[in-house]
């Protein structure tokens, strides 16, 4: 009885490359779509962070007097800086601030935005009926504003860019503008604002 040799059969060269391009190819796309899910995600996140740091800082403002709101010392030091009560003990911490050291200028929602810039202004809206000393014939100097940085140029404090000493003599309603860009994930530049009208009625704390 004479036994046929049998051959063991594979796969030919271009069988091989074949098959290693296609799963070349679906990898690449399965990592592509991995990559588009995460920078959503990451951009839902800096939105929502956007969102919760704007309303921080417009809640401070509406919690107090309308001639605190008006006071550029007060605003620079009461509102746009982190004073916690000593009471109860232990003093509650800063927030955390992009790891600079003035984390006492920040707010508790901001980390997730990267290059942070932040300006706020406070501008007459509504003249007084008897203002003292009459509002600037330029009502773009009729205003108090703050800018802050927190990239890696910047110091992370609150920096004086105009001032007005007599907004709460000069107008019955005040105008707050709240506005922040930042850097998302994917490299592109995001910017939220928010404002708000504040009248003498509002007597704060």
Do not use: C
Not at 86 to 105: D, L, R
């Amino acid at each position: 009885m004479v036994k046929k040799k049998t051959h063991a059969q594979g796969f030919t060269l271009a069988e091989v490359l074949l098959a290693v391009a296609v799963t070349a190819i679906f990898a690449a796309a399965a990592y592509e779509t991995n990559k588009r899910m995460l920078l959503s995600l990451m951009a839902q996140r800096e939105t929502t962070a956007a969102s919760m740091m704007l309303q921080e800082r417009m809640e401070k403002f509406r919690a107090r007097a309308y001639s605190e709101i008006a006071d550029k010392n007060f605003v620079k030091n009461s509102i746009l800086t982190f004073n916690p009560s000593a009471s109860p003990s232990p003093t509650p911490a800063f927030p955390p601030n992009h790891g600079k050291s003035q984390g006492k200028y920040a707010t508790w929602s901001e980390d997730p935005l990267n290059n942070l810039q932040e300006t706020v202004t406070v501008s007459g809206y509504q003249a007084a009926t008897s203002p003292s000393p009459s509002p600037s014939a330029t009502p773009s100097d009729n205003y108090n504003q703050w800018t802050r940085d927190t990239s890696s140029s910047g110091d992370g404090q609150p920096q004086e860019q105009n001032h007005d000493d007599n907004l709460v003599t000069q107008f019955d309603l005040l105008k707050v503008d709240v506005s922040i860009t930042w850097t998302s994930a994917n490299g592109r530049s995001r910017t939220r604002d928010l404002s708000a009208i504040f009248g003498k009625g509002n007597i704060g704390p």
